[in-house]
């Protein structure tokens, strides 16, 4: 049911078109544009910048405030108070779960930690200098070939055990990663330890000695889990949700959000941002990268700053900000030079006009790359954190995608190529 109309009026096209306007409980209102194709016109929106492709009650943002809720809760009341696991539930479901189903969630998530074995010997074809996105992307992927037992998109049961088995499995996949990079062995998961302290373990433990997490370490790793568990319709989500469209299985589809997520325009910023951070190599490089960042010919971006969303300030990267001095302070680092690059160009870049005007802040990945440096987790694994952190929001997109009515997406286009014209004689 229509809130307003919108009444259009084109060139050549004789009368008004009608277009109903729905209002959400937050953010813009939308127009209805489905009645166009009835007047032989489309939209086009090149980079999805006005369009909304799907209705949905898990994630709002607001970019020009600086708001991010899931289900209501901003995500800073999250950060402080919940968890990463709750906030899964959360997305999962929609509500904050009881004590008791809270206990059972966990219960659950912790019986599927483990991996299928003969997952290992997809690993070894891998080479040892693989790219670990390259390794999660595939395995991933490979997931689908294990579980059919629940891969019935129609059924919602099988869908929820689908994402109980990717929440559970995601950090065992991404510890195997790292250790098959490094030619350690793999840890198998501890159940005893709480999430973010079984990831460290899986990923600097070995079979020789006991691994005792540290706590504030593992309680900045929870964070940013948490920070990055979902944000309504990136392009990696997007692509999640079109890929099931089509029907394809869970596993498949979360495997095409990974080798989205790994472009450096989204989740390998982080990376990024330490690769330019070493390729800047001395404070005093800095004016030079900062002129070829503001110089339109020069393709170079400052790593780290700006969002298609947030206009003011990146509220997850208030909250990093903060854990990251956490981190640093319990590891005793003050005097790491890439750090303090880090923290001149953040100075420079929040005065300078060129970003200012632009509104081009640092975003969450500024920061959880320096922290997950610290902890000591290589760059190249930062992309395959993301992954595993985002995979509750993909898995719960691609939940609320099947759960109501839909429809194959297949965007249209305005064709600039050769009009009809005949194959020449030969
Ligand atoms: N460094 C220098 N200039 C920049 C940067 C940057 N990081 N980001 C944007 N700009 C400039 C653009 O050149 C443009 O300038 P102009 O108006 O003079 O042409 C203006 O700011 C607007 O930028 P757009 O490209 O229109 O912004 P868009 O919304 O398309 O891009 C994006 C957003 C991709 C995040 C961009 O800011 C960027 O590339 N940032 C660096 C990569 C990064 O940190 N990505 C992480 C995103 S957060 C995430 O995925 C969790």
């Known amino acids: 049911m229509a809130d307003k109309i919108a009444r259009l009026t084109v060139d050549g096209f004789e009368g ?7 209002s959400g409980t937050e953010g813009p209102d939308v127009v209805d544009v489905r009645p166009l194709t009835g007047h032989g016109l489309f939209t086009y929106d090149p980079g999805f910048v006005s369009t909304a492709a799907c209705e949905s009650k898990i994630t709002f943002i607001d970019g ?13 009341q999250l950060a402080e108070k919940s968890s990463y696991l709750e906030t899964c539930f959360l997305l999962m479901n929609g509500r904050l779960p009881t004590k008791e189903e809270f206990e059972k969630f966990v219960g659950i998530i912790k019986g599927h930690t483990m991996v299928h074995e003969q997952m290992h010997n997809f690993f070894k074809g891998f080479r040892r200098d693989a790219h670990p996105m390259a390794i999660m992307v595939s395995v991933v992927g490979a997931l689908s070939a294990f579980y059919h ?44 330890l709480s999430y973010s302290e079984n990831f460290l373990h899986m990923m600097f433990g070995n079979p020789c000695e006991e691994y005792i997490p540290n706590p504030i370490l593992a309680k900045a790793m929870d964070k940013i889990f948490l920070l990055h568990a979902d944000h309504e319709q990136n392009a990696s989500t997007s692509t999640v949700r079109l890929a099931g469209s089509s029907g394809a299985n869970p596993f498949a589809c979360i495997a095409a959000g990974v080798a989205t997520l790994w472009g450096p325009a989204h989740g390998g910023a982080n990376e990024a941002v330490l690769n330019m951070l070493e390729e800047i190599g001395d404070a005093k490089n800095i004016p030079d990268f900062i002129d070829r960042a503001k110089d339109p010919k020069d393709s170079f971006r400052l790593m780290g700053f700006g969002h298609r969303v947030y206009r003011n300030f990146d509220p997850r990267a208030n909250v990093m900000k903060k854990t990251c001095d956490d981190v640093l302070a319990e ?3 003050i005097d790491d030079p890439m750090l303090e690059i880090a923290k001149q160009l953040e100075q420079i870049a929040l005065q300078d006009e060129y970003f200012v005007k632009r509104k081009l802040y640092p975003n969450v990945d500024f920061y959880s790359g320096i922290i997950l440096k610290a902890i000591g987790i290589p760059s190249s694994m930062f992309t395959v954190i993301f992954a595993l952190s ?23 286009q305005l064709y600039t190529g050769e009009n009809k014209r005949d194959y020449p004689e030969k």
């Open 331 to 333: 590891l005793g680092i």
């Open 390 to 412: 985002r995979t509750i929001g993909w898995i719960s997109h691609w939940n609320e995608f099947h759960s109501e009515p839909n429809k194959i997406g297949r965007p249209r």
């Open 149 to 192: 037992d629940s891969l019935d998109i129609n059924n919602a049961k099988h869908r929820e055990i689908c994402a109980y088995r990717l929440i559970a499995k995601m950090p065992t996949i991404a510890a195997m990663c790292y250790k098959y990079s490094i030619g350690m062995p793999f840890q198998y998961p501890r159940n005893d």
């Open 64 to 76: 020009a405030k600086g708001i991010l809720l899931h289900a209501g809760y901003p995500i800073e």
């Open 16 to 22: 008004v078109i009608e277009l109903p306007v729905y």
